[in-house]
């Protein structure tokens, strides 16, 4: 298994451009997620989806649109990329079963820069 | 609100020391679980330890323990014989279940560890 792959790695980008983090994961996991992480606050959740068909918004939200088509792919769309959206960005996901040790697996990362 | 605070920004250990890193949570659920992660340089996460709250148990896992206080809501992670390739950002997580496959992970800040020769 691949796990959970995240392309770009890196990306530069210029203010007001749009582009696309793509996510996918092999192991069938209906919950995925986009987290942020910049220095000196941990990681924090953008978006998350319970399943195929299903998003809801996490605690940073504005600026980034997700969509769920199916079960493997998780893509994050920044639609007028800010400075202010300078991070790294994690991919996760985990089954959403009772059982279980409700671990996350996470992405490589993709570390983004606008200018 | 679910919280999760690790008051040690940054700390150092002598390699082959033994050093403690401590992290509190606070949530109102009942059943949730406890991860340590690891961000070396690489910045990959990588799961280090997790604890089901209902254990009472504390998880081991080689030179990595937990001390789990469920009513102190406290969650410290021991390394032993620390090594160089322990050097890096550990993130205390807990997870909790709300149903209809809701969760809620929370993460700290984060404690930088150095390991020095």
């Known amino acids: 298994n691949a796990g959970v792959t995240q392309t770009p790695k890196f990306q530069v980008l210029k203010t007001g451009q749009s582009m696309t983090l793509q996510c996918a994961q092999d192991m069938n996991h209906e919950y995925m997620s986009w987290y942020r992480q910049d220095p000196g606050m941990g990681l924090r959740l953008i978006h998350y989806s319970v399943g195929a068909g299903i998003t809801d918004q996490g605690e940073v939200p504005n600026g980034y649109n997700v969509s769920r088509s199916t079960t493997e792919d998780f893509p994050l769309r920044l639609l007028s990329a800010a400075p202010s959206q300078t991070s790294v960005y994690f991919c996760?996901?985990?089954?959403?079963?009772?059982?279980?040790?409700?671990?996350?697996?996470f992405g490589p990362g993709t570390r983004l820069t606008v200018t | 609100a679910q919280t999760v605070t690790q008051s040690q920004p940054e700390m150092s250990v002598q390699e082959a020391e033994t050093v403690t890193l401590s992290c509190t949570y606070d949530?109102?659920?009942?059943?949730?679980?406890l991860f340590w992660y690891k961000q070396p340089p690489s910045r990959q996460m990588i799961l280090v330890i997790r604890?089901?709250?209902?254990?009472?148990q504390n998880a081991t896992e080689n030179r990595f323990s937990v001390n789990f206080q469920k009513a102190a809501k406290s969650f410290s992670l021991k390394i032993s014989d620390s090594q160089l390739g322990d050097t890096a950002m550990y993130f205390c997580a807990f997870i909790t279940y709300s149903g209809a496959g809701s969760y809620q992970l929370t993460f700290g800040k984060g404690t930088k560890l150095s390991v020095i020769p």
């Open positions: 949530t109102s659920e009942n059943n949730y679980y």
């Open positions: 996760a996901s985990k089954t959403t079963g009772t059982q279980g040790t409700y671990e996350q697996y």
């Open positions: 604890q089901e709250a209902y254990k009472q």
